[in-house]
């Protein structure tokens, strides 16, 4: 639950400090004071898209922050561990700044956030309504969800049996009905690839020859140009029968140089130095020269080595400018090539063996699939009695609601044991709709065709009351929710709400003083004008101060002796309908303890 929610410089909004309740909290306020700003706050913290018109006029930046109470093993928890949140014994503080610019930053336990991260905390924190946004009631998915959540566990299990079944099934469909469909173009892969290794096969590449054979190829073309240039090389270097130079070599020079350096050597250490050099230069000199006259040994011309050389290049050069830049390119080419032809070559088994696996996992889809609609439809007829039975309590008593599941019939789909063909999906065979029958004998239609707008909203509401003991949230949020609601109808929907209450914390935003006498908190949107700014706070009431608001939404004087005899009337009424409801579900177990009714004496107090 919410313990806490600060705000500031969201709307008209100053600044604001609202503290939860576990049970029923109630906001009011004149119109234009911000209540509906206390929602939008609290869409940011839950991670919904930033929109920078809420910042206020003047400040450059909003600011709401959540104090969450949790138990340690909430998913909530976990994930915001994953995004290195810390919290002190499931205490979790979250946070949303927007600037006037636009910019937005997200804080979730001390630790900055992406965004997204606030809105999977979000789905496990809160259910939020506002004034149109009755999104269970619009589509069939959603409808779907609705029924699917309260079936519990169990129904849910199963549909994830079912997922998994659907995606194994579709994987192995889609791959035979490739393989098959490239029938034609496989016999042609086949030709192609065929040729393509005999031919790779033929001239039977090594790795790294075509390297091997552009450099003989070079040494061949070029043999007299390096025979001659060794051979010059060679001359300077010594005197031997390939010199023909008649001036001196330099292991000549060399022997001259040390021959004069010899006399002296002995007389300076220096000296002696140098000539080891010249010694070892001889000694290179000597080793160069035979390395060039084994060089000019080695080169011959030889044309005809020279030809099969080029010949083999050009073979090379066919596959490398078919399959590959390179041998090795074209060498790994064919392997690749090879296993294709082999996956071509044994597609006709593929297909077999996998239409019989598409077969085996249809089947075993049918079933998870027909178990889960019997599933859905002994859930559907819970649901729709538990539902019209919350409408008795909300003014409609002649209602019923009717949950239809059917089977999602297709003419091209998977056939059933009883001739019927159907669509598989992911979520079953089913579609699910949610019907009211506003009055007796009435058809049952789409609940949004059939409803008001004021019984659009109390169907809401007992779809949320009859599913929250299945489980959901542990926060409900309703933003004007009682719109076109009135009279005994609005004791109703309060009533109902506080019952939601004894099983989640409940935040509503109402300008219904009969829905207000229901709280276990009363907080008050308080708007001031100094003639030049206006500025909302938000502040808790209690005795006096409550029923003086309380007469205030019932259209009285807030200080008059008559509205505040109407208020305490009021309040004698909410109180008698609670004890009612308490009778009612007298020996039923309530998730909330006895903190949830924090505030009762605030209200015996104003009775």
């Avoid at 393509?196 to 790294?208: F, H, I, S, W």
């Avoid at 609609?373 to 209602?399: D, N, P, Y």
């Avoid at 219904?512 to 308080?526: C, E, I, K, P, S």
């Avoid at 020996?587 to 903190?595: A, N, V």
Wanted: hydrophobic letters at 40%; a negative charge.
């Amino acid at each position: 639950m919410f313990s806490q929610i600060r705000l500031r410089g969201i709307g008209v909004i100053d600044e604001a400090v609202l503290d939860l309740s576990p049970g029923l909290n109630v906001v009011t306020g004149e119109t234009g004071a911000g209540k509906t700003m206390v929602v939008s706050g609290l869409g940011l913290l839950l991670g919904q898209r930033a929109d920078y018109g809420l910042v206020r006029s003047g400040v450059e930046s909003a600011f709401v922050e959540g104090v969450l109470e949790l138990p340690d093993d909430h998913p909530a928890l976990a994930r915001a561990a994953e995004a290195g949140a810390e919290h002190d014994d499931g205490e979790l503080v979250i946070a949303r700044t927007i600037s006037a610019s636009g910019r937005s930053r997200a804080h979730i336990g001390g630790r900055t956030a992406p965004v997204g991260v606030l809105a999977e905390l979000g789905e496990h924190l809160v259910a939020v309504h506002g004034q149109a946004d009755q999104w269970r009631l619009k589509q069939g998915d959603a409808h779907r969800e609705v029924l699917d959540a309260f079936g519990g566990p169990e129904l849910l299990a199963l549909r994830d049996r079912v997922g998994d079944a659907h995606d194994r099934w579709r994987h192995a469909t889609e791959e035979r009905d490739r393989l098959a469909s490239l029938a034609r173009e496989r016999a042609r892969d086949i030709d192609s690839l065929t040729a393509a290794l005999e031919e790779v096969e033929a001239v039977d590449p090594q790795p790294g020859e075509d390297v091997a054979l552009r450099a003989e190829d070079e040494r061949l073309s070029h043999a007299d140009t390096l025979r001659t240039a060794a051979g010059q090389a060679l001359s300077r270097l010594t005197s031997d029968e390939y010199a023909a130079e008649t001036s001196p070599s330099v292991a000549d020079l060399v022997a001259a140089a040390r021959s004069a350096l010899g006399p002296a050597v002995h007389h300076d250490e220096r000296l002696r130095s140098l000539d080891e050099r010249l010694v070892e230069l001889a000694a290179i000199t000597t080793e160069l020269s035979a390395d060039l006259t084994s060089y000019v040994s080695d080169v011959e011309l030889d044309p005809e080595r020279l030809e099969a050389v080029q010949e083999r290049r050009a073979a090379l050069t066919t596959l490398t400018r078919k399959y590959g830049e390179t041998v090795d390119e074209v060498l790994e080419w064919t392997r690749e090539a090879a296993g294709r032809l082999d996956e071509l070559m044994t597609a006709d088994d593929r297909v077999a063996l996998l239409t019989e696996q598409v077969s085996s996992l249809e089947a075993e889809l049918l079933d998870l699939s027909l178990e889960l609609s019997e599933c859905r439809g002994q859930a559907a007829t819970r649901f729709g009695t538990r539902v019209s039975e919350e409408l008795r309590h909300l003014a409609m008593g002649r209602a019923e609601l009717v949950v239809q599941v059917t089977r999602r019939t297709d003419p091209e789909g998977s056939e059933l044991q009883s001739g019927e063909r159907v669509r598989l999906s992911r979520t079953g065979i089913d579609d699910v709709d949610i019907l009211l029958a506003a009055n007796a004998g009435a058809a049952p239609r789409s609940v949004t065709k059939a409803a008001s707008g004021g019984e659009l909203s109390r169907v809401m509401l007992a779809l949320e009351v009859a599913g929250a003991a299945t489980g959901g949230p542990p926060t409900f949020v309703f933003d004007e929710v009682d719109a076109g609601v009135g009279g005994r109808a609005a004791l109703d929907v309060g009533a109902r709400l506080a019952r939601l209450a004894e099983q989640a914390q409940v935040v509503v935003v109402t300008h219904l003083a009969q829905v207000a006498a229901f709280a276990d908190r009363h907080l008050v949107v308080r708007k001031s004008d100094d003639g030049v700014i206006t500025s909302s706070s938000v502040v808790a009431v209690a005795d006096d101060d409550r029923l003086a608001e309380l007469s205030r939404m019932m259209g009285g004087d807030p200080d008059s002796d008559a509205g505040l005899a109407h208020a305490r009337d009021l309040l004698e009424q909410t109180t008698a309908l609670r004890e009612s409801a308490d009778r009612e579900a007298a020996g039923q177990p309530r998730r909330r303890g006895s903190k949830g009714r924090g505030t009762s004496k605030e209200t015996a107090t104003a009775v």
